[in-house]
């Protein structure tokens, strides 16, 4: 499996960003696909996440402001980020969760206040 995330960038408190995430190679072996962040000198948070059925999960500092969907036909999972805070400030990453894990590079989110 093979991730590629985009959608990062910079932007003001309050403002919203939509992170991209398309898999490719043996995406039948993936089971859940998610989004993690992670900010200098702390670990990586689990940020949100979506099964092949679609059951999705939220962090509670995200909940509201954050959603997690997926496009089946795109192989590809979004993470719409709405009223983004500055201490939304972070690398955020793709995960893939199957047979194995697959991370994705990671995508560089500021939020200025």
């Known amino acids: 499996v093979q991730l590629q995330a985009s959608g990062g960038g910079f932007v003001q408190a309050g403002g919203s960003l939509r992170l991209s995430c398309a898999a490719s190679g043996s995406i039948f072996s993936i089971n859940i696909m998610g989004w993690y962040r992670q900010v200098p000198g702390k670990q990586r948070e689990k940020v949100a996440s979506?099964?092949?059925?679609?059951?999705?999960t939220h962090t509670n500092s995200v909940k509201g402001r954050f959603t997690i969907s997926r496009d089946n036909a795109k192989n590809t999972v979004y993470l719409q980020m709405n009223s983004l805070k500055p201490e939304d400030t972070a690398v955020y990453y793709c995960v893939a969760i199957g047979r194995v894990t697959t991370w994705g590079q990671g995508t560089q989110v500021t939020v200025s206040s």
């Open positions: 979506i099964t092949n059925s679609g059951a999705t």
